[in-house]
């Protein structure tokens, strides 16, 4: 017999060599994978599916809810079939030890009472809760945000427009907030506190072949920590009385919604760049552009890279603020004045070889660009300065 090859080989043997084609997912799908990771590992935990009922914690009943709806829809059904490793969808999986297999002392450690105490056995002691472990853990995984003082004027302010109604409190109840919506200038409401997200990570495809990226949360009782963006969203989900707060609506200015005698006038963006220049890669996170522009930002930033102002490189959108009746030129001079500490003396040459200095490009925080934006919308702006060397806005 001729000597095979390789291929040839594992072809005789049956073994299928081309490779598996990755396969990309909606994001309800990754909502649907990801509620039944969660499932999974509860089954794993406990060795049980999650069932119903009053007595059990609020995360074990959401799994059961969360498993019937699946169990109801063919498309989640066929999309989960390949990693259900434990017959979950059948209701296969089950305890990995029956009642009638365990002993005295087995059977009062399932039901969370130590046998040795000297306590009646006849008072139980409840253990604690799952969803109070999954608090204690965030929790522990929290540290003391150092540079606090640069965060706090802005939850205050945040604070400040919820009690006046210029921003609200959306209850998120069952519906999921999107990967989106986590990201840097956002404010949520989860485990009753506030919780700001001051910076991202770049976005990067995990082990299950999914974007995810890292997030600093920042929280108003003065700790921080930095975790997925998946993870928070999931938090949460859990969290039945989390909110996500709206983007700020004080009236003509940054309305969301334009009177019917408005004229829209333009918008406020921030701009971060993806120019390989190594000073912009050091400070990418704190290096934006700020301007004004009575188009969509999408035609604004069009044809970026060949763009002087746009340091000749494609550009992300980080924020934007809608305008109505106010002057675009005089708002962005006052946005430019009042951050003229931090502005950066960049240079780019044009398509005929000349150097163009932009003028719009700061070494600025997020966090205190939208503070200015606040400020500048009620008023307040006159009463405060840029500090270069705190990098925030301080007392004039």
């Known amino acids: 017999m001729a000597e095979l090859s390789d ?6 043997l049956g073994v299928e060599t081309a490779p598996e084609a990755i396969r990309s997912f909606t994001p309800l799908q990754e909502r649907i994978i990801a509620g039944f990771e969660d499932i999974q590992r509860f089954v794993v935990e406990h060795g049980r599916l999650p069932q119903h009922g009053e007595d059990r914690d609020i995360f074990e009943r959401l799994y059961a809810v969360r498993l019937d709806r699946i169990r109801n829809m063919a498309e989640a059904r066929e999309l989960l079939a390949t990693i259900d490793r434990s017959g979950i969808l059948d209701g ?18 399932e039901l969370g009472i130590d046998a040795g105490a000297e306590d009646d056995i006849t008072k139980l002691r409840h253990v604690t809760s799952r969803a109070e472990k999954r608090a204690a853990e965030e929790i522990a995984n929290r540290e003391k945000c150092e540079d606090f003082d640069t965060f706090k004027p802005l939850l205050e302010r945040a604070q400040a427009d919820l009690k006046a109604g210029t921003r609200q409190a959306k209850v998120l109840g069952q519906s999921e907030v999107t990967l989106a919506e986590i990201q840097p200038g956002n404010f949520f409401i989860v485990g009753g506190q506030l919780a700001y997200i001051a910076a991202s990570t770049e976005e990067f495809v995990t082990q299950y072949e999914r974007n995810d990226r890292r997030v600093r949360v920042i929280y108003d009782n003065g700790t921080e920590a930095s975790v997925l963006s998946r993870s928070f969203q999931k938090s949460l989900y859990r969290d039945g009385s989390a909110r996500r707060i709206t983007e700020q609506s004080a009236g003509p200015l940054f309305g969301n919604i334009a009177e019917p005698d408005d004229l829209e006038s333009g918008t406020i963006y921030v701009l971060r760049s993806k120019s390989p220049h190594p000073y912009v890669e050091e400070h990418r996170q704190l290096i934006h552009k700020i301007g004004v522009t009575g188009q969509t930002v999408v035609s604004r930033i069009a044809n970026a890279r060949n763009d002087p102002t746009f340091l000749l490189a494609d550009v992300e959108i980080v924020a934007e603020y809608r305008l109505y009746n106010i002057n675009r030129t005089k708002l962005e001079n006052l946005i430019h004045r009042a951050l003229a500490p931090a502005r950066l003396d960049l240079s780019a040459g044009d398509r005929f070889g000349k150097s163009v200095q932009p003028r719009e490009w700061f070494l600025v925080p997020l966090n205190e660009i939208d503070l200015l934006v606040s400020m500048i919308s009620d008023g307040g702006v006159t009463d405060y300065r840029y500090d270069l060397e705190k990098a925030r806005f301080v007392k004039a």
């Open 7 to 12: 291929l040839e080989l594992l072809a005789e």
């Open 92 to 109: 296969a999986a089950s305890s990995t030890q029956s009642p009638a297999s365990l002993d005295d002392a087995g059977l009062l450690s």
